[in-house]
T-cell receptor, first 114, second 110 residues
Framework: DTAVSQTPKYLVTQMGNDKSIKCEQN?????MYWYKQDSKKFLKIMFS???????INETVPNRFSPKSPDKAHLNLHINSLELGDSAVYFC?????????????FGPGTRLTVL | RKEVEQDPGPFNVPEGATVAFNCTYSNSASQSFFWYRQDCRKEPKLLMS???SGNEDGRFTAQLNRASQYISLLIRDSKLSDSATYLCVVNMGLVPALIFGKGTTLSVSS
């Protein structure tokens, strides 16, 4: 009965490859997010979708493309992986896209690019 | 200037100690404020929201000073299980994106 789940938990791949990370939430929330936590532990917003519509798109290389097939899922596809993409990627969800709701985070996907 | 700044620590304290963490934020239009907790190699989890009037949850007390753009977290009677990284988090108001500080690491020892 995991609230926000991500797959895979670990991903090790070579530079130049294309990979996807999947996220699902069973909380009935309308809004989902992708965050990146780099080696210096800074956690930074990348994207947010509300009911399958993109509402936040921070300055992220266009090699990163989020896709939301329905409001319970938000996947992240990364093309032409680079060494600097190595990080932990967290998916999160909140009930509505306002400023006061708690965001619930998934367990993270640890991506290592060799 | 970073949007949310925290003293990274680490803070090493004995069980039973009282410890205080501070945080400053740069955007005076910020609307909501939180403390999240992150255990090693785990996801962040909400510890408590922070209100202008100050709020308390058991051993934890959070304060907000909007004039000084300053947030604090006080932990009383520290437990071993309080060892974690405490993230100061601000929502700037325009979009529902959380802005995280780098976190303050607390280590409580017996």
């Amino acid at each position: 009965d995991t609230a926000v789940s991500q797959t895979p938990k670990y991903l090790v791949t070579q530079m130049g490859n294309d990979k996807s990370i999947k996220c699902e939430q069973n909380l009935g929330h309308d809004t989902m997010y992708w965050y990146k936590q780099d080696s210096k532990k800074f956690l930074k917003i990348m994207f947010s979708y509300n009911n399958k519509e993109l509402i936040i798109n921070e300055t992220v290389p266009n090699r990163f493309s989020p896709k939301s097939p329905d409001k319970a899922h938000l996947n992240l596809h990364i093309n032409s992986l680079e060494l600097g993409d190595s990080a932990v990627y967290f998916c999160a969800s909140s009930q509505v896209p306002d400023n006061y709701n708690e965001q619930f985070f998934g367990p993270g996907t640890r991506l290592t690019v060799l | 200037r970073k949007e949310v700044e925290q003293d990274p620590g680490p803070f090493n304290v004995p069980e039973g100690a009282t410890v205080a963490f501070n945080c400053t934020y740069s955007n005076s239009a910020s609307q909501s404020f939180f403390w999240y907790r992150q255990d090693c190699r785990k996801e962040p989890k909400l510890l408590m929201s922070v209100y202008s009037s100050g709020n308390e949850d058991g051993r934890f007390t959070a304060q907000l000073n909007r004039a000084s753009q300053y947030i604090s977290l006080l932990i009383r009677d520290s437990k071993l299980s309080d060892s974690a990284t405490y993230l100061c988090v601000v929502n700037m108001g325009l979009v529902p994106a959380l802005i995280f500080g780098k976190g303050t690491t607390l280590s409580v020892s017996s």
